[in-house]
């Protein structure tokens, strides 16, 4: 049972290149979300998803996309990276309204 | 608005001391608070959850409090250890939302 497990751990891009975060749970949970957590701020939602086949937009989701690709995967797309994307981000799982599981994060850098 | 707002934004206490966090928040309506603790370089983690009618709740030797009249939340340690050096996020649940708060980032000195 490995929870919630996300790639890469690391990225570095340059401004404009794409790529797409990975995340998976193996808890069958129906929710899942994108976090992006900045110093000295708290976790701010990009996007969720409430359940397999449904995403919304959560405080901050302009220049990312996501996919929910089935229940237990949910991935996030930056279609062109712009150096305010550098952070990390941390993908989240929860059974409904409870308590959420995080991944270890994914540290990205654009230059 | 809502909004949950967390004090100290740091903390420095030597080992074997206790501590208390605090938490206030505007959410409205309350579903529930949560207690994360986050190490450096992972995710959070829970450590409490409290609905609306629990004063409070303990796991080892953290304790959560929670006043729901006047929307405030403590986290106390007791018996500070190396390992509790960390930052402690309070979550707040409304209606299908999480809130978060920017968290105290507690190091505990040997």
């Known amino acids: 049972n490995a929870g919630v497990t996300q790639t890469p751990k690391f990225q570095v891009l340059k401004t404009g290149q794409s790529m797409t975060l990975q995340c998976a749970q193996d808890m069958n949970h129906n929710s899942m979300y994108w976090y992006r957590q900045d110093p000295g701020m708290g976790l701010r939602l990009i996007y969720y998803s409430a359940s397999e086949g449904t995403t919304d937009k959560g405080e901050v989701p302009n220049g990312y996309n996501v996919s929910r690709l089935n229940k237990r995967e949910f991935s996030l797309r930056l279609e062109s990276a712009a150096p305010s994307q550098t952070s990390v981000y941390f993908c989240?799982?929860?059974?409904?309204?409870?308590?959420?599981?995080f991944g270890p994060g994914t540290r990205l850098l654009v230059l | 608005k809502n909004q949950v707002e967390q004090s100290p934004q740091s903390l420095i206490i030597l080992e074997g001391k206790n501590c208390t966090l605090q938490?206030?928040?505007?959410?409205?309506?309350?579903?529930?608070l949560r207690w994360y603790k986050q190490d450096t370089g992972r995710g959070p983690v829970s450590l409490t959850i409290?609905?609306?009618?629990?004063n409070t709740k303990s796991n080892g030797r953290y304790t959560a409090t929670l006043d729901a009249d006047t929307k405030q939340s403590s986290l106390h340690i007791t018996a500070s250890q190396l390992s509790d050096s960390a930052s402690y996020i309070c979550?707040?649940?409304?209606?299908?939302?999480?809130?978060f708060g920017s968290g105290t980032k507690l190091n505990v000195k040997p």
């Open positions: 989240a799982s929860a059974a409904g309204g409870e308590t959420q599981y």
């Open positions: 979550v707040v649940s409304g209606p299908n939302k999480f809130y």
């Open positions: 409290m609905t609306f009618s629990e």
């Open positions: 938490c206030n928040y505007t959410v409205s309506p309350f579903s529930n």
